[in-house]
């Protein structure tokens, strides 16, 4: 299942290093985010849920970026 989000993000290269800490995440397939755009991809694997992963996101990406915001 693929979801679009926009986000809130500060910086190119902190937007990079959210896009390889969420790809890591067990759960999600693929994550693709555009700084210019402010917009977030991602590709869940079959049956995750997603709220419970999008909380799980914010709180990994809220390491490397603290201002870094999900809308869904």
């Given at each position: 299942?693929?979801?679009?989000?926009?986000?809130?993000?500060?910086?190119?290269?902190?937007?990079?290093?959210?896009?390889?800490?969420?790809?890591?995440?067990e759960g999600i397939e693929k994550v693709s985010i555009s700084f210019m755009a402010q917009k977030m991809i991602v590709d869940y694997?079959?049956?995750?849920?997603?709220?419970?992963?999008?909380?799980?996101?914010?709180?990994?990406?809220?390491?490397?970026?603290?201002?870094?915001?999900?809308?869904?």
């Open positions: 299942m693929q979801k679009k989000y926009s986000i809130e993000v500060d910086c190119a290269n902190c937007a990079a290093a959210v896009e390889r800490k969420l790809s890591e995440l694997a079959e049956g995750v849920d997603e709220k419970g992963k999008l909380k799980e996101m914010l709180k990994v990406a809220r390491k490397i970026e603290p201002d870094f915001e999900i809308e869904d």
